[in-house]
């Protein structure tokens, strides 16, 4: 069983709509829980972190932690085509960094 | 402020033989990691540099993968020999206090042909 389990996708909307992504993960010791944008050729860009459950906002992306049921999500609200990319979550331990990676869902996000 | 740097971009060669990957990370950065990507599969964690040395290098897939952060600032690692499986992409992220705010590089991607 992976650490990290992600959708692929593709995951297509239409612009304006709220774009959802989640993702699970099986051991209850990881304490710190990111979400990174990645466009094509690119290094991925970090979008959110936190390390609480519950909700953190920035913006038009919230990120929502449930720790009792292994459990993150990214919302995107009000999507625009230049949200088109690859989003993965990340998760780790402790705050030393060693980052396990969901496979990243990809998001079309057409106008 | 400059990003993090990788060099090169694109590397191929073929089984067998050695390549050096090198990463830049950004200024006053103690932190340094590796990752890669292989096709079809998740990114994945090779190691972590604090510094000169290494913190974490539970990733590194073999002994014919040799990381080095000489000074504390950029870092190389070698592939030798390389082999078929060594194929993909090839991350380098920094930090600067903690390990939960990385940036990332373009990346290196790695064909062994």
């Known amino acids: 069983q992976k650490e990290v389990e992600q959708d692929p996708g593709p995951l297509s909307v239409p612009e304006g709509a709220i774009v959802s992504l989640n993702c699970t993960y099986s051991?209850?010791?990881?304490?710190?829980f990111m979400w990174y944008r990645q466009y094509s050729r690119k290094g991925p860009e970090l979008l959110m972190y936190t390390y609480s459950s519950g909700n953190k906002e920035d913006g038009r992306f919230t990120a929502q932690v449930d720790k009792s049921s292994k459990y993150i999500s990214l919302f995107i609200r009000d999507s625009q085509p230049s949200d088109s990319a690859t989003y993965l979550c990340?998760?780790?331990?402790?705050?030393?960094?060693?980052?396990?990676f969901g496979a990243g869902t990809q998001v079309v996000v057409t106008p | 402020e400059a990003g993090v740097t990788q060099f090169p971009s694109h590397s191929v060669i073929e089984k067998g033989q050695t390549v050096t990957l090198r990463c830049d990370p950004i200024s006053g950065h103690d932190n340094l990691y590796w990752y890669r990507r292989v096709m079809g599969k998740e990114i994945k964690f090779l190691l972590h540099?604090?510094?000169?040395?290494?913190?974490?290098e539970s990733g590194m897939p073999n002994n014919r993968f040799l990381a080095e952060r000489t000074g504390g600032t950029y870092s190389t690692l070698k592939v030798q020999p390389a082999e078929l499986e060594d194929s993909g992409v090839y991350f380098c992220a920094s930090s600067q206090d903690n390990g939960f705010e990385q940036f990332f590089g373009p990346g290196t991607r790695l064909t062994v042909l």
């Open positions: 990340a998760i780790s331990p402790d705050s030393w960094g060693k980052l396990q």
């Open positions: 051991n209850s010791a990881f304490q710190y």
């Open positions: 540099f604090v510094k000169e040395s290494k913190q974490d």
